[in-house]
C-alpha cells in the first residue's frame, strides 16, 4: 500500500510539474508576445511619428536596455530571497506599458512605454527561468527549451497579430493587448503559489542527486566569457532581423508592409522550432557540441541571405532561424552547471546580456542603415557567426561534473 501511495505521489507530482512548464510556457508566449509587438509596429511609428532609422534603434535600445540591466540584479536578488509572486508583478509592467504605448502622442512617451515594457521583461525571465528549471524533474535542457519556446512563438505570432490587428485598426488597438496582460497575471499567480509550496518543501527534504563541476576559477570565468561572445554574436545578428528585416524587404523587394510582416513571422517561427530543438539535443549530445555547431553553422546561410533574391530570402531565414536559436537553450543551461547554485543569477545574467546586445544592436545598426542603407547592414552581419569559432574553447562539461549530493 505504501509503495502505491508513494507512486501515486510520484505521478501527481510529475503532472504538477509538467502543468507548471506548460503555464510559464504559455506566459512566455503571451509576455514575449505582446513585447514583440513594439518592433512589429514600428514602421507604422516611423511614419505617424516621422522618425529616422536611428530613432527606431533608440527605441529597442531603450526597451531592450532596461531589461538588460535589470534581469541579472532580480535573478541575483531572487537568489537570496524568494519572491513567488514577481512574475505576476513583471507582467503588470508589461500592462501598463502597453496602455501607455497606445496613448503615445510623442517620441518621449514612446520610450517610456518601451521602458515599463523592458522592466515586466526583466522581471519575468529570471524567475520564470528558476521555476522551470525546479520543474525540469532532472531534464534541465528540455525544461529550459519549452520555456524558451513558448517565448519564440509569442514573438512570432505578435508581428502576425500587429500586421492584422494594430496596422489595420490604429495605434490605439495596442491596448486590446492588455487583456492578454490581465490573463498573464492571473496564470502566474498561480504559478507563484505552487513555486512557494515547492520552495519551503525543498528547504526541509533531504540533499539531492545533482551535478557539480570541477574546473578552476579561471576556466569557468574564461568558459563565461566565450558564451557571453557567442551571445554577442546571436543577438547582434537576430537584432537585424527582428528589428529591420522588413525595411530590407520593404526597401530591396518593395514588399508591402503585410507582406513583410508575414515574412517577419516566418523567421520567428524558424526561431522558435530551433529553441525547442536546442535543450533535449543538449541533453542528449552534450551542450558543447550543440553551442558550436548551431552559432558556427549558420554562417553559410547568413553569408548567402544578402544575395538572395525574395524566394529564396524567405527560404534562407528558416535555417538561420532553427540553427541560430538552438543555441540559447544549451549556453544557459551550461552556464547554470558552470556555475551551481546560481540559477536566478545565471538566468539574469544571460537574458539579460541577450536583451542588451539586442538592442545595441538595433541602435548601431540603425545608425549604421542611416549612414549606408539597409542592405549594407546585412552584408556586414553575415560574418558574425564567424564568432562561433571561439566555441571549441570551451570545456567539455561531462569530463568535469562527476555527480555529488548537495541541497537546493
Not at 502543468?19 to 509576455?31: E, G, R
Not at 534603434?57 to 532580480?74: D, E
Amino acid at each position: 500500500m505504501s509503495q502505491a501511495t508513494a507512486a501515486l505521489d510520484d505521478t501527481t507530482e510529475r503532472n504538477t510539474a509538467v502543468a507548471v512548464l506548460t503555464a510559464l510556457s504559455f506566459s512566455h508566449f503571451l509576455n514575449d508576445m505582446m513585447q514583440s509587438l513594439l518592433p512589429a509596429i514600428y514602421p507604422m511609428l516611423k511614419t505617424e511619428f516621422a522618425l529616422d532609422f536611428g530613432q527606431i534603434g533608440l527605441i529597442t535600445f531603450v526597451y531592450q536596455i532596461t531589461a538588460s540591466l535589470l534581469q541579472p540584479v532580480v535573478g541575483y536578488y531572487t537568489d537570496r530571497r524568494a519572491r513567488p509572486y514577481s512574475l505576476s508583478v513583471g507582467m503588470g509592467f508589461t500592462l501598463v506599458g502597453l496602455v501607455v504605448l497606445s496613448l503615445a502622442t510623442s517620441f518621449g512617451a514612446i520610450l517610456g512605454a518601451a521602458m515599463l515594457i523592458g522592466t515586466g521583461s526583466s522581471v519575468f525571465h529570471p524567475e520564470a527561468s528558476r521555476i522551470a528549471r525546479m520543474a525540469s524533474g532532472g531534464r534541465h535542457g528540455f525544461a529550459q527549451s519549452f520555456f524558451q519556446v513558448g517565448g519564440n512563438l509569442g514573438s512570432a505570432v505578435g508581428p502576425l497579430l500587429a500586421a492584422l490587428i494594430v496596422i489595420q485598426r490604429g495605434q490605439g488597438s495596442v491596448a486590446w493587448f492588455s487583456i492578454t496582460a490581465a490573463v498573464g497575471i492571473v496564470l502566474l499567480w498561480n504559478v507563484g503559489g505552487w513555486y512557494k509550496r515547492r520552495a519551503v518543501a525543498a528547504a526541509k527534504a533531504a540533499a539531492i542527486l545533482t551535478r557539480s563541476v570541477t574546473l578552476t576559477r579561471r576556466q569557468i570565468g574564461t568558459s563565461i566569457g566565450i558564451l557571453m561572445a557567442l551571445i554577442f554574436s546571436k543577438y547582434f545578428y537576430l537584432a537585424s532581423l527582428t528589428s529591420y528585416y522588413t525595411f530590407y524587404l520593404i526597401d530591396k523587394f518593395h514588399t508591402p508592409v503585410e507582406t513583410a510582416q508575414v515574412l517577419l513571422f516566418v523567421f520567428l517561427g524558424s526561431v522558435a522550432a530551433g529553441t525547442i530543438i536546442g535543450g533535449p539535443l543538449g541533453d542528449r549530445f552534450g551542450r558543447k557540441y550543440v553551442i558550436w555547431g548551431s552559432i558556427l553553422g549558420v554562417l553559410p546561410f547568413t553569408l548567402a541571405l544578402p544575395h538572395a533574391n525574395l524566394f529564396w530570402t524567405t527560404v534562407l531565414t528558416v535555417p538561420i532561424g532553427v540553427i541560430l536559436a538552438s543555441a540559447f537553450p544549451a549556453i544557459v543551461v551550461y552556464a547554470q552547471e558552470l556555475l551551481p547554485g546560481r540559477v536566478g543569477t545565471v538566468a539574469g545574467l544571460f537574458f539579460g546580456f541577450a536583451f542588451g546586445m539586442g538592442g545595441l544592436g538595433a541602435a548601431v545598426l540603425g545608425e549604421l542603415a542611416d549612414m549606408t542603407s539597409i542592405r549594407f547592414v546585412y552584408s556586414i552581419c553575415a560574418f558574425l557567426p564567424l564568432i562561433g569559432l571561439l566555441a571549441v574553447f570551451l570545456p567539455d562539461l561531462e569530463r568535469f561534473a562527476p555527480a555529488r549530493a548537495r541541497t537546493v
